[in-house]
């Protein structure tokens, strides 16, 4: 059995929405951010870096989106990575473009601690995220297949992760429709049972 360590605000909204897709069973435990349960000892001795997702396996713990996701297609749904390197090489491309300057972006908008002791220095990085995140959604959107599909004609792992952080955005008051492409995907992808499903549980906001 799996048990997901998830907040309905974050990104671990994206594995619940492929454990949905695959109709794996799992266990969800809240971590609750408003009392800072992240770092609590119990929740640090499972994930030192104080974040979610968490994912505990039969095998051992499993954080970070990209290799949690990895794992459960490779345990129960292959068909979420293309068939062909190129295109997989694509799916991954944009999944680490995601975890690495997407999800970034949007941290600046709240966690300028994370990288500053200056409150000043807070509040320049909170005023720049909207833009940082903007350039990154105008990158996508002129880059990805939308097939309709990020990358081709069927569901892979970077699609739940897209839907997600384009999410993000509009809590940065980034108006999506500027972006007809990821407009459409977020419709689509609202529209999924599994996105439903995850909804309906409260692991997706
Ligand atoms: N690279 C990680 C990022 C995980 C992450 O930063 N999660 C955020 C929520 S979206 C978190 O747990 N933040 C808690 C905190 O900073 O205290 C991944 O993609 O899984």
Redesign the pocket.
Known sequence: MLTLHY?P????A??AIVLEELEVPYTPIL?D?SD?S??SPAYLALNP?????TLQTPQGVL??????LEYLAAQHGPHLIPEDPFQAARMRETMHY???TV?VN??HAM?GP?WADLESSWADMTAKAPHTMAASLAYLEGHLDFAPFAIGNSLTLADP?LFVLTG?ATRLHIDIAQFPNLSAHQVMMHDRYAVRAARNKGMLA
Do not use: C, D, M
């Open positions: 907040n605000l974050t990104i671990s994206a594995t971590v951010f800072v992240q770092q870096k104080g974040r979610v997702p954080t970070e989106t990209g290799a949690i995601l975890a690495s999800h949007y941290a966690r994370r992760w993000f």
